[in-house]
């Protein structure tokens, strides 16, 4: 069974940045749409940025330009590059397939930015 780990979280001031990493135990990048989503609490886990089997990126409105999805095939990693970070950017994130799959959520990785 495929696992996700997702690290590089962290404690960073408003306009910091942090680069996330999920890595995984098979190949599963190469054949699914792999994402980023997010989660604080009281809200619904909402989708950040995805990229596709092609290698094509897709990012929510929220974003503005701020984030870069990526991925290392060799390495069975997928990245969340997160520059000028803000308070509302706090949470847990996570790396799923979209549409995303009961069976590969992980622990996350806990991004805290202070004003």
């Known amino acids: 069974q495929v696992q996700l780990v997702e690290s590089g979280g962290g404690l960073v001031q408003s306009g910091g940045s942090l680069k996330l990493s999920c890595a995984a135990s098979?190949?599963?990048?190469?054949?699914?749409?792999m994402g980023w989503y997010r989660q604080t609490p009281g809200k619904q886990r909402e989708r950040v940025a995805y990229?596709?089997?092609?290698?094509?990126?897709n990012y929510e409105e929220f974003i503005e330009g701020r984030f870069t999805i990526s991925r290392d095939l060799a390495k069975n990693t997928v990245y969340l590059q997160m520059n000028n970070l803000k308070p509302e950017d706090t949470a847990v994130y996570f790396c799923?397939?979209?549409?995303?799959?009961?069976?590969?959520w992980g622990q996350g990785t806990q991004v805290v930015v202070s004003a």
């Open positions: 098979g190949s599963i990048f190469r054949r699914s749409v």
């Open positions: 799923n397939t979209v549409p995303s799959s009961s069976n590969y």
């Open positions: 990229i596709t089997k092609d290698g094509r990126t």
